[in-house]
Structure formats: C-alpha cells, structure tokens
C-alpha cells in the first residue's frame, strides 16, 4: 500500500518465504475440507500464501533502500521445510486465524538472521511462529467445535527445500491484498 505522508511515499512492506505448487495444493485442499464448516470469514488467496518473517510497516523508499542492502549481506544455506499440524489462534475466546505451522530448523534461523541484519532499523520480532494463515474468521457459531475440528485435520507433511526469501510489497485492496516482489534474496552458502 502506498501512502503519501509530508511528501514521501510510504510503502507497506513484508519479508517472506514462498512456497512450490505441492505445498499450495495441500492448503487448497485443506481450505476445502473447512468449506463446509460453519464460519463466516475469507480463506487466504492461493497465490497470496506465504510464510511472513518479518513485517516491516509503512516504509519510504529511503528505508526500502537500507533494508535491501541489510538484507543483502544475510548468508544462509538452502534448508528442509515441512508442513505441521493445523490450528487457530483465537482473541478473547473465538477463532480469528486458521493456520498450519511451518517446520524447520532453518525458518528460525533465517528469521534471527533478518532481525539481527535489520536490527538498527526495526525491532526484533517478540513472538515468531512459524505459520501459514489459510482462512480468517469473522464468526463461528460452535467455537470449541470449530477450533477442534481444525486441530484435527490431517495435514500431510509435504516436505520442501527453501533456498530464497523475498522482500514485498502489500497493497490492501477491497478484494484483498495485493503482492509485488522487491527483491528476491537466494542462498549464497
């Protein structure tokens, strides 16, 4: 999203880790598995899903400028990812985010990378699990049914080698998000 503010234009801005058609066939599948269960809400757009390392906010281009070079100097090696168990994150009590967590070693890794390498220009994340959100919900009726019957979908553990990050932008849209790359980041190790 672009904003305009004394003069400078501000970009919303996000680092992330994407994922190969096996991974995003998975999630398909899952997000039709909860079709017929009763929310109301919006499942995340297949081609918007990824795995958020960082949020950065409402940038200049000053700052986009130091985070591309911050992140230039990060070394890290390609690693093992897999697909874990489903759950929801739930804010006084009813269900906001469907998710499935993310396993590897490296994902947190990579992120202690890009907090330490963006450390003079951002504060390091306080709380980083290692998700991919799949639907938010605005209302359920049953909530502890809901919220078991999430836990309880049979998620396969499709397994994927990570070799790149991506700085991008997010342009909100009454649609949903819009996503462009800023720059690609590939293993150098």
């Not at 906010?57 to 070394?75: F, R, S, T």
């Not at 994927?160 to 991506?166: E, L, N, R, V």
Request: aromatic share 10%; glycine share 6%; with cysteine.
């Amino acid at each position: 999203m672009e904003n305009i503010i004394e003069g400078k234009r501000l970009t919303r801005a996000f680092i992330c880790l994407e994922f190969p058609d096996e991974v995003i066939k998975e999630v398909a599948r899952v997000q039709e598995s909860l079709r017929n269960k009763m929310f109301t809400g919006k499942f995340t757009e297949l081609e918007n899903l990824h795995l958020t390392l960082k949020f950065l906010g409402e940038i200049d281009d000053n700052m986009i400028g130091k985070v591309k070079e911050k992140l230039k100097e990060i070394k890290f090696a390609s690693f093992r990812c897999s697909l874990g168990l489903s759950g929801t994150f739930s804010m006084r009590g009813n269900p906001r985010i469907v998710w499935i967590k993310l396993n590897g070693e490296g994902i947190w890794n990579l992120q202690k990378k890009i907090d330490s390498a963006l450390q003079e220009l951002f504060r390091p994340e306080e709380r980083f699990m290692s998700h991919l959100t799949i639907a938010r919900v605005k209302y359920v009726k049953d909530k502890k049914a809901f919220v078991e019957y999430v836990k309880k979908i049979n998620v396969k553990e499709i397994k994927f080698d990570a070799d790149c990050f991506k700085l991008k932008s997010s342009d909100l849209k009454m649609n949903g998000p819009v996503y462009k790359e800023i720059e690609k980041y590939k293993n150098t190790i």
